[in-house]
T-cell receptor, first 111, second 111 residues
């Protein structure tokens, strides 16, 4: 059974810092790995999707990497801003399309 | 852009009531999901549907059922609501291998 873990559970950084969020998964036979953002009381917004054959994906200040062999993915946020404050979740998907989520990292970026 | 719409943002129901949560997507996605989200427990999959009339139990199906009679609509049914089903419920849809899109969430309170 796939299990997804995110460390740390919470993170507070000053504005402008570069930061890395971590995601690990137990079953390397994933189809893809997605990163989501969730603002308080809202639904999830998809940020990046990495297919199993890919190593990384980039969107603006966000870069996500995937290492299937070690069961890890990282989300790198460059030059963080207060507007980046949110909860970030990763989810691993098998070939059925089912998404298994980590518990998320709550990020606070202080002005 | 894909739109996933949940029928209610907030619901208050009484213990023992039969509760219907509706979710509609407008992009012909074959996969649809129902999750519940609780503090400290993250997102847990209740049910998953990969086609019309096809469903698969997630991690916590007890006390819930689902219906998917049309491709665009996926309903979650609480057969007899209980206070431990008070939670945020999130619906999502996807094409296999591609990004998942979430609704805005329904915060259900059972009193």
């Amino acid at each position: 059974k796939q299990e997804v873990t995110q460390i740390p559970a919470a993170l507070s950084v000053p504005e402008g810092e570069n930061l890395v969020l971590n995601c690990s998964f137990t079953d390397s036979a994933i189809y893809n790995l997605q990163w989501f953002r969730q603002d308080p009381g809202k639904g999830l917004t998809s940020l990046l999707l990495i297919q199993s054959s890919q190593r990384e994906q980039t969107s603006g200040r966000l870069n996500a990497s995937l290492d299937k062999s070690s069961g890890r993915s990282t989300l790198y946020i460059a030059a963080s801003q207060p507007g980046d404050s949110a909860t970030y979740l990763c989810a691993a998907s098998g070939n059925t399309g089912k998404l298994i989520f980590g518990q998320g990292t709550t990020l606070q970026v202080k002005p | 852009d894909v739109k996933v719409t949940q029928s209610s943002r907030y619901l208050v129901k009484r213990t023992g009531e039969k509760v219907f949560l509706e979710c509609v997507q407008d992009m012909d996605h074959e996969n649809m999901f129902w999750y519940r989200q609780d503090p400290g427990l993250g997102l847990r999959l209740i049910y998953f549907s990969y086609d019309v009339k096809m469903k698969e139990k997630g991690d916590i199906p007890e006390g819930y059922s689902v219906s998917r009679e049309k491709k665009e609509r996926f309903s979650l049914i609480l057969e007899s609501a209980s206070t431990n089903q008070t939670s945020m419920y999130l619906c999502a849809s996807s094409l296999s291998g591609l990004r998942a899109f979430f609704g805005q969430g329904t915060r259900l309170t059972v009193v």
